[in-house]
């Protein structure tokens, strides 16, 4: 009998795993500047108020080539070498939300499913039979629906907040890895050297084993 509850057990957990790899939802993601510089005017209009970015700095994005009169209207009077803290302070924080809003800079790449797993969260917002608000990836979530999927009345805008939330995961996975390009730019490099390199020592191997031959010979 013992055996057979364990069995039933594990069998429960396996379903459960696999219905919530099927509850996210495939995103595709847009590196590009002008999905990260849309992103980033979502974010800062929807969730820079209570979110800290703290690895991001604004000269990050001017770096990127976001216009930078938009970087300037963000920051404020903040300098252009400050991160992107949010607005909330962390008593305000704990007194409406019990806890402090987690940090956005790694967001991407903090939760297995990545990109798939934060758009899924962001679209995943909806009301229950008493109307109190939910989530269907992370049900404890003390955040409200910042872009109110849950009360879009018809698909026009489910559609235009799906759009909104693909291009703050765009611009989070840029975030989370904001010298991604620059590493590849210096990969291909780094191999056209190696492979310059590996044949000039290709060379002077044959040269120097011919020399040796010919000192054999003689």
Known sequence: ?????????????A??????????????????VAAVERGVGTLMETCHGCHNLKYIHYRDLV????????????RGDQAVDAALTGLMSDEAAMQSFGKLPPDLSLMAKAREGGASYVYSYLIGYY?????????????????????????????????E?????????SFLVW??????????????????????????MYFVKRRTWARLDRDRSQ
């Open 127 to 159: 009301n229950k039979e008493d109307g109190a608000p939910s989530n269907h990836i992370f049900p404890e979530t003390k955040m409200p629906d910042p872009f109110g999927i849950s009360y879009a009345t018809n698909e026009k805008e489910r559609d």
């Open 175 to 200: 975030a989370s890895d904001p010298h991604e390009e620059e590493r590849h730019r210096l990969g291909y490099y780094v191999i056209a050297y190696l492979l310059v390199l590996t044949v000039l």
């Open 1 to 13: 009998m013992k055996i057979l509850i364990a069995l039933i057990s594990m069998l429960g957990c």
């Open 161 to 169: 907040i799906r759009a909104k939330a693909r291009d703050v995961v």
């Open 63 to 74: 770096a990127l080539g976001i216009d930078k009169k938009k970087v300037n209207e963000w």
């Open 15 to 32: 379903i459960s795993v696999q219905a919530s790899e099927l509850a996210l939802e495939r995103v595709k993601v847009d590196t590009s």
